[in-house]
């Protein structure tokens, strides 16, 4: 038997703003978080992407200047440099949109 989950691993990558950053995200979305996700943002753009980003992060090694941990929410990715969020679309949009390979009988 193959479980469903089998689909959905994580990848580490470091965003070009940060050295040294880890953010691990999930390798795949499912059909059923995109129309989710989709229904939420009230038609902007951004806001959209977001959503989808702050969904497949799994984790990360940011912390806010207290020293805690920062949450992984749409208001703090926000706060990030526009290039490391155009990294994470980019790594995300590869995800979305990756073909599945075509099986044969």
Same mark, same amino acid.
């Given at each position: ?69 920062? @949450? +992984? !929410?749409?208001?703090?990715? %926000? =706060?990030? /440099? ?8 980019? @790594? +995300? !949009?590869?995800?979305?949109? %990756? =073909?599945? /390979?075509?099986?044969?009988?």
């Amino acid at each position: 038997m193959v479980k469903i989950s089998e689909a959905y691993s994580t990848k580490k990558v470091e965003l070009p703003s940060y050295k040294g950053s880890e953010v691990n995200i999930k390798t795949a979305i499912s059909v059923e978080k995109i129309i989710e996700l989709e229904g939420t943002a009230e038609d902007k753009d951004l806001e959209k992407v977001l959503n989808v980003v702050v969904a497949l992060i799994v984790s990360w090694n940011f912390e806010t200047e207290e020293g805690k941990p920062l @949450e +992984i !929410t749409v208001d703090n990715l %926000k =706060k990030f /440099p526009n290039i490391d969020l155009q990294f994470l679309s980019e @790594e +995300i !949009t590869k995800i979305v949109k %990756k =073909k599945q /390979p075509e099986k044969t009988s």
